[in-house]
């Protein structure tokens, strides 16, 4: 079953803040969040286990909340480099097997 | 330090033609995933190692793919018969040993291999 990613694409000017969200119909072990440039390798941003715990990474953060199966990436105050494409990669079994959604488009613009 | 490392980077054959991609993990991680991507999706999971051992395979992959890791290092993935649905991006990942204190769970995504299918 395929996580379900909110919003598709979204365009922000450089400095507003953003909120992707990751819905799953089944129980997870942890939620993994992947940030993906064109033509490039999907890098690493965080992992949240279940327990309701939140991260935070520079200006990225992240929330799990698994009574309802879903997460959130908040980006704030975006920067450029922020640009590319989220997956947030669902585990059910804590083995890393991850099921990824279709990725939610970030474009910042000066 | 060197990361995970695939080869080739892109690869152009006819339909019906087999192909074999490499993936060389980065060295201390015993897990080794392989994905694919299609354009516009989120990668797709295909299959993993522990080690030498073939731990699961997706249901989606016909009998036509086959991976393997003999000596718990390098993997390869091999396609058989090679049809137009098969052009995608094929990526590899590898993980730490789960027992290992600094693990964090991160997937290691190699740059991937390009297959297109004629």
């Known amino acids: 079953q395929q996580p379900v990613q909110s919003p598709q694409a979204v365009i922000l000017r450089e400095g507003e803040d953003a909120v992707i969200n990751c819905s799953s119909s089944?129980?997870?072990?942890?939620v993994h969040w992947y940030r993906q440039k064109h033509g490039e390798a999907p890098v690493f941003l965080m992992i949240?286990?279940?327990?309701?715990e939140q991260k935070g990474h520079d200006k990225i953060s992240a929330s799990f909340n698994e009574k309802k199966q879903q997460s959130s990436l908040y980006l704030t105050a975006s920067q450029l480099s922020y640009s590319g494409t989220y997956f947030c990669?669902?585990?059910?079994?804590?083995?890393?097997?991850?099921?990824f959604g279709t990725g939610t488009r970030l474009t910042i613009i000066p | 330090d060197t990361g995970v490392s695939q080869d080739p980077r892109h690869k152009i054959t006819k339909r019906g033609q087999n192909v074999t991609f490499r993936c060389d993990p980065i060295?201390?991680?015993?897990?080794l995933y392989w994905y694919r991507q299609t354009l516009g999706q989120g990668p797709e999971f295909l299959t993993y190692f522990q080690n030498e051992a073939q731990l699961e395979k997706s249901r989606l992959l016909s009998d036509r793919f086959s991976a393997e890791r003999p000596k718990g290092s390098f993997s390869t993935l091999e396609i058989q018969r090679t049809e137009q649905g098969d052009s995608a991006m094929y990526l590899c990942?590898?993980?730490?040993?789960?027992?290992?204190?600094?693990?964090?769970?991160?997937?290691?995504f190699g740059e991937g291999s390009r297959l297109t299918v004629l």
């Open positions: 060295s201390e991680h015993n897990r």
């Open positions: 990942a590898s993980s730490l040993p789960s027992e290992w204190e600094r693990r964090t769970g991160e997937l290691f």
């Open positions: 990669g669902t585990d059910f079994f804590g083995n890393e097997k991850l099921t």
């Open positions: 089944k129980a997870l072990y942890s």
């Open positions: 949240l286990l279940k327990g309701g």
